[in-house]
């Protein structure tokens, strides 16, 4: 959902805990803020490690090719077809 507020109408303190009440976070909940040019992006942290994200996207990974009957050739053959093609 997207929805535009003027900062002078909820004023500056209140505009943190309007971040705190959409998000629903809790105390002492980490945070992920990215700045761009013109936009500050608050999101809730990732709860697991970079490791314990891979080894969860690798577990799936792995499950999908075995759902597909992709073998490890399959992925070698894709691998060289992919690099020769650029």
Known sequence: MSESLAVSTIGPSELGAEIVR?????AEEPVLIVEGEDFV????APTQS???RFEALAAETAERFRDRKIT?????AAVRWSR???
Request: net charge neutral.
């Open 84 to 86: 020769e093609s650029s």
């Open 50 to 52: 970079p490791l314990e």
């Open 41 to 44: 992006l608050v999101k809730r």
């Open 22 to 26: 959409r998000l629903r976070l809790k």
């Open 72 to 76: 490890p050739e399959d992925v070698d």
